[in-house]
C-alpha cells in the first residue's frame, strides 16, 4: 500500500516564505529538501497539485511548476493514474566497505569514549567474586540473575515498574535488536525506521530480508504501514533529539490503535548532556505489552563491555531465549558481573558523563562556528554526536577530502534509509577537547579534489 501524506500535513512540512521570489522554485527547493533530510520519506505520494495549492495559497499553476522542476531533477516520480511519488537521483546509495583499524586517522565517525572511572574497580569487585561461578556451567541463556535484577530495578527507579523476568541480557545492544527482528519480522515485511536512524538498525532490517520503510517526521500517521517500528525516543542517533512526553504517549497510543510493536532503542538514555528533566521511559504509556526496550552498557560505562539487554514480558524473553541458542548461549559471565557491580554507581557515572561531553561538545560546537559557520545543527542535549547539515549538496566531497586530512567522518547517507541525508553529516563529540578542535581545522583546511581520492565507503559507526 502507497504511503500518501495530506496537503495540510505538507505545507506545514514544507513552511516556504509567502516573499519567495520564483515561489515555484523555492517550493521545489524545500520539497527537495526535506526529501535528502529525510523528513519525508521516499516512495510517498504526493498531494494532487489543485489539494496543495489550496494548502498553500496558491495557484495550481505553481505547483505543478514546482513538481515539474523535481521531476526533471529525479525527486519526484510520476505514473498515468498514480499521482506523484517522491524519489531520489539514482546513485545515492553506496555498498559499505571495512575500515583499517589502527589507521592512525582521527575517528570522529565512532561516537564512543574510554572506560568511565568506574569501571576498573568494578573490574576488580568481579574479579574477587568470580571463582565462585566456575563451578557452574557458564551458560545462562536469560542472563545471570543479579544482573537481570539490576537492570530491571534501574527501569523501577525510573518510573516502569519491572521484575527480572522481563529482562534479557545479550552481548551487546546489537545483538538484542539482531534477536527481536528474526522474531518479529520475515521477508519482505516493512519495518518503520525513522530517517535519519541508527545505521545498523537499518542493516539488521535487511539482514533478515525485510524492508526498511523511512517514516521520517510521519512516524505516527505512517504506522498503519508495518507492524513493527523502530525508534530512539531518548538522545536520538544521529541527531542527539529528546522526544518530549506527551510526543511518547501519543506515539504508544498511535501503535495502539494500529497494533504495532515499537521496539524502543535506549542506548544512548542515560547520557544527558545539559541538565534536562528525563521524559518517562516510552513503556510509561504501554498497558498491552507493545513496546520492548533495548539497553546497553557501552555508552554510560564501556564499549568494551559487550553486554545489554531488552525489556518486555516474560514470554517474550523465554521465547527469545530459545531463539538465541541458534546464534550464541549465553553472554559472557565475567561481563555481566562487571556491568552487575556497575548498577550502584549510575548517578555517579551519569555525572561523569556529562563533564566529558558537556566540554567536549562546545569545543565541537566552537570550532564549527569558527572554521565551517554554513554548517547547521540542532543543539543536541544529550547523546554523543551533532548531527550537522553541511553548505553543499552532498557529503561525499567532504568525507574525501577529510581523509585525505587524517580524519575520518560518518555521512548521512549511513543514517538515512533509501538514501536520504546525503547533505549531512553525524560528528562524534565523545573525543577530548583538543582532538575535535585538531579534527575541526583539518575538515575546514580540506578541499575536495586535492591529492588522491580516497574511499569513504566505510562501516556504519557506533
Known amino acids: 500500500m502507497t504511503r500518501t501524506i495530506a496537503p495540510e500535513q505538507l505545507a506545514r512540512l514544507l513552511a516556504v516564505p509567502a516573499g519567495a521570489r520564483p515561489y515555484y522554485r523555492a517550493l521545489a527547493e524545500a520539497l527537495r529538501g ?49 499521482g506523484s511519488t517522491t524519489a531520489l537521483p539514482v546513485g545515492g546509495d553506496t555498498p559499505w566497505t571495512i575500515p583499517v583499524p589502527g589507521d592512525g586517522m582521527i575517528p570522529l565517525h565512532v561516537a564512543s569514549m574510554p572506560a568511565a572511572s568506574q569501571v576498573a ?10 571463582h565462585r561461578h566456575l563451578l557452574g556451567i557458564g551458560y545462562d541463556p536469560v542472563g545471570l540473575p543479579v544482573l537481570r535484577e539490576a537492570v530491571a530495578r534501574r527501569y523501577t527507579e525510573r518510573g516502569v515498574a519491572t521484575r527480572p523476568e522481563q529482562i534479557l541480557i545479550t552481548p551487546g545492544a546489537q545483538q538484542a535488536m539482531h534477536l527481536l527482528f528474526a522474531l518479529l ?51 536520538h542517533n544521529p541527531t542527539g533529539a529528546l522526544m518530549d512526553a506527551d510526543h511518547r504517549a501519543a506515539l504508544v497510543a498511535a501503535a495502539r490503535r494500529h497494533d504495532v510493536t515499537l521496539i524502543c532503542d535506549e542506548t544512548w538514555g542515560e547520557v544527558a548532556v545539559d541538565d534536562v528533566v528525563m521524559p518517562p521511559p516510552l513503556a510509561r504509556w504501554d498497558v498491552d505489552n507493545r513496546v520492548i526496550t533495548i539497553g546497553s552498557a557501552s555508552k554510560l560505562w564501556w564499549g568494551g563491555l559487550r553486554v545489554g539487554w ?77 548531527w550537522a547539515k553541511l553548505d553543499v549538496p552532498s557529503a561525499a566531497p567532504v568525507v574525501r577530502a577529510a581523509a585525505e586530512r587524517g580524519v575520518r567522518l560518518a555521512p548521512g547517507r549511513w543514517f538515512g534509509v ?18 575535535l578542535a585538531d579534527a575541526i581545522g583539518r575538515i575546514a583546511a580540506a578541499r575536495p579534489g586535492r591529492g588522491p581520492v580516497t574511499d569513504d565507503r566505510l562501516t556504519p559507526s557506533l
Do not use: N
Not at 567536549?360 to 570550532?367: K, M, V
Open 185 to 235: 519480522v520475515g521477508p519482505g515485511d516493512p519495518v518503520l525506521l525513522e530517517s535519519p536512524t541508527y545505521a545498523h538498525a537499518i542493516q539488521s532490517v535487511r539482514l533478515h530480508g525485510a524492508r526498511a520503510v523511512a517514516a521520517g517526521e510521519l512516524m505516527e500517521s505512517s504506522l498503519r504501514q508495518a507492524k513493527v517500528a523502530y525508534v530512539l525516543p531518548d538522545f
Open 310 to 386: 531488552l525489556r518486555g514480558t516474560a514470554e517474550l524473553v523465554e521465547r527469545l531465549s530459545v531463539l538465541r541458542s541458534g546464534v550464541d548461549l549465553a553472554t559472557a559471565v565475567f561481563d555481566q558481573l562487571v556491568v552487575a557491580e556497575l548498577f550502584p554507581h549510575v548517578e555517579e557515572s551519569r555525572a561523569e558523563r556529562r563533564a566529558w561531553l558537556s566540554t567536549s561538545r562546545e569545543a565541537l560546537t566552537a570550532a564549527l562556528a569558527e572554521h565551517l559557520p554554513g554548517w547547521t545543527f540542532p543543539h543536541p542535549v544529550g547523546g554523543g554526536s551533532v
Open 121 to 130: 574497580p568494578a573490574v576488580a569487585a568481579a574479579a574477587a567474586g568470580y
Open 418 to 435: 533509501d538514501g536520504a541525508c546525503e547533505g549531512y553529516l553525524r560528528l562524534s563529540y565523545c573525543h577530548p577537547p583538543h582532538v
Open 34 to 82: 526535506r526529501v535528502h533530510d529525510g523528513a519525508i520519506p521516499v516512495g510517498v505520494r504526493l498531494p494532487a497539485e489543485r489539494h496543495l495549492a489550496a494548502a498553500l495559497g496558491v495557484s495550481r499553476t505553481t505547483v505543478t511548476a514546482a513538481y515539474d522542476l523535481l521531476k526533471d531533477h529525479g525527486y519526484v516520480t510520476a505514473r498515468q493514474g498514480s
